[in-house]
């Protein structure tokens, strides 16, 4: 299920990646042409023979890759085994309502991948000038907000939202919009940690109490099982679920976009990070691929996993006796954490159909649509929901969760406003992965690592 889900986020899901609006009067002509994606013209309208209500009325086309499904992919999701994934049901839905609430739109979806893909596909139309209607995305988001490339958004929908699901561009306007999130929590294996002498009243809340008592299962296990501790995978995984513990004892990765990597807290953590991953067998935590590590959690070899709210529907769909906490405090006892699986949608401001991309933005908000994230324990974005607990009183993840959300306020990674992505690719291979798959000294490690990255922030 895993497996499946993840694949789901990184093709599927992440959708509405970019609208392009081919619709427009051509200067000095009485003809209204339509461009498909690949520029060929449609049938021309003579405006001169057509009335002024049928202009009016003319539909726009809008390419959407993934922000729904055709009716073939819908008929799929149908016949799968179980019925459709709690994926599935959103996208569906969004696609029935996008067709039934804003019929003059022509909907055309296409795939243009997730992560580095989809980043590299918009900024190849943004240097082309033919920036998309809407680009869509998690990490690199709050780049393309940084260097003043995306609109503001209209304050209906930033009031309709939580402010954790919004990125802000430097003066400090609402620019993008996530229609789902998650925050991070440890899951726990209830029978292994029985198994093992302890009962959800031993849950740690510290890190020296987390450390001990996954020691305490790693021994006992004796190669079989083990305790668990924080991934650090060389991509934005590893980099996503390293992040709350920078921000529990008070660093982070970027202090106002610079790298802060020779902060002393940062460091500390960095070596607690590579305490806990002892607790894992060999190549698990720090692995390119990370199905093996939840593949081992649903399977019993593994105490305690971190993880977003969408594990809940995981382990539950993986048979298992499971539980939930927040993630453990450090000794600076400060609420930090990261926010997890977010899919922001923003429009450009070279965008040609401004108007009709909030319009469906809008549509993905809606409470129909929103509510299906529940079946999945993703929080959705609406204040509506958040603000409401009989919408989710009986998951037990949520009430925590939401509860999270509505007492503070909450990021994605940090953000470089140059050359994000290559710094981060730094961060990931020679800091994170460096640090659990080497002996290296930590100092040096960064030390390095922040060479490499100052001349990328010149």
Partial sequence: MKRKFLAACMVLALSLVSLTGCGGANDGQNTTEQKTETGKKT???????????????????????????????????????????????????????IAKNLPDYDMEY?????????DQKQRALFAAGSAPDIVAGETFIPS??????LEPLPQEI??????SFLVYDNDGNAVAVAYKTSIFMI???????????????????????????????TAQGQGKFWGGGIPTFPNAGGALRATPFFRANGTDFAVDGKINLEDAKLQEVLSFIREMN??????????????????AFHEGTLAFVVQGSFEGSDAENAGMDWGVAPIPMSDADIDGNCTVGSVYLAVPKAAANKEASFDVIKETLSLENEKVWLEGSYCPAIKEIIENPSYYENDKVLMMEM????????SGLANFPKNDASIWEIINQNVLARTTMTEDPIDVICREAQEQIIPLQK
């Fill in 144 to 149: 393309y907000a940084a260097e003043g490339l």
């Fill in 278 to 295: 002892y607790n894992f067998p060999a190549g698990l935590g720090n692995g390119s691929d990370e199905f093996p590590m939840w593949d």
């Fill in 110 to 118: 296409v795939d243009w991948g997730w992560g580095e893909t989809l």
């Fill in 403 to 410: 509860q999270v959300i509505k007492d503070g306020t909450y």
């Fill in 187 to 217: 899951f726990y294996n209830k029978a292994l940690l029985e198994q093992c002498g302890y009962s959800e009243n031993d849950i740690p809340e510290t890190w020296d109490e987390w450390k001990a008592m996954s020691d305490d299962i």
């Fill in 43 to 97: 049938e021309a309208v003579d405006s001169t023979e057509t009335s002024k209500e049928e202009v009016s009325t003319a539909r726009i086309h809008l390419t959407v890759p993934k922000v729904g499904y055709n009716q073939d992919q819908i008929n799929t999701a149908n016949a799968k085994e179980g019925g459709p994934t709690y994926e599935d049901k959103y996208y569906m839905t969004v696609t029935e309502n």
């Fill in 158 to 163: 930033v009031d309709l939202v939580n402010p």
